[in-house]
């Protein structure tokens, strides 16, 4: 059964990933009547609301975009920083989201960034301590090591949930800018929203993802303490 949800979230997860690719591929297409790239596109909402100490830079790579709220910079990919079309200017725009709520101590960013550290720890961890507490209840019918793992991946999958009105919320404020601030036509405004749509559609895979392996390492542990007794 477990094997069963695995595969199912993967397939889930493929078919996202192809979709986002291919809609980010179908609204490059769609160039921007205003003229404007994602670079002059984030530099604008920034500064529409009030903010002048976040600094727009590029970043090498393919959908790299993030923005980092340690140095203050909003980070978008070669692509995205010099291109100008609909993709471009609604990841340009949903990564200042994520400064806007920064700056407006938006509560579950604010939350989110209170997770990291633990979280960065959980992760370079909680594989072994898996693997090690399977081992451990294979050769000596001991569930410690694995309970340890499964609080650990807990914390992972309590971020990934988090994640999810994060990115929601910073793609909403992304559409609401670019509609109120007449920065794209009806029709580039449609492929911006469709873009986002399936970016955010990535986070509710990984956050089932997570959710699902942690109810995977749940029953083994629950039924390994089954047979103890």
Not at 34 to 43: F, H, K, L, P, R
Request: proline share 2%.
């Amino acid at each position: 059964m477990g094997l069963l949800l695995m595969g199912i979230i993967m397939l889930a997860s493929w078919l996202v990933g192809w979709q986002l690719k291919n809609k980010f591929e179908k609204y490059s297409k769609v160039h921007l009547r205003n003229g404007m790239s994602g670079a002059e596109i984030a530099t604008k909402m920034l500064h529409d609301h009030g903010i002048y100490d976040v600094k727009v830079i590029s970043t090498p790579g393919r959908l790299t975009d993030h923005y980092n709220p340690m140095d203050k910079t909003v980070n978008l990919s070669e692509a995205v920083y010099n291109q100008r079309n609909a993709a471009a200017a609604a990841v340009a725009a949903h990564e200042v989201g994520h400064a806007v709520q920064h700056a407006t101590a938006y509560s579950w960013l604010t939350m989110r960034s209170k997770l990291v550290p633990v979280v960065n720890i959980a992760s370079n961890l909680v594989q072994w301590v898996l693997i090690g507490g399977i081992v451990l209840i294979q050769l000596y019918n001991n569930t410690t090591v694995l309970l340890v793992g499964v609080v650990l991946f807990a914390l992972t999958t309590v971020f990934s949930i988090v994640t999810l009105p994060v990115e929601y919320d910073a793609s909403n404020r992304a559409l609401k800018w670019l509609e109120t601030k007449n920065m794209v036509t009806r029709e580039e405004l449609s492929g911006a929203k469709d873009s986002l749509k399936w970016a955010a559609r990535t986070y509710v895979v990984a956050a089932l993802a997570s959710i699902g392996t942690l109810l995977y390492y749940v029953m083994i542990l629950i039924g390994a303490r089954s047979s103890n007794d």
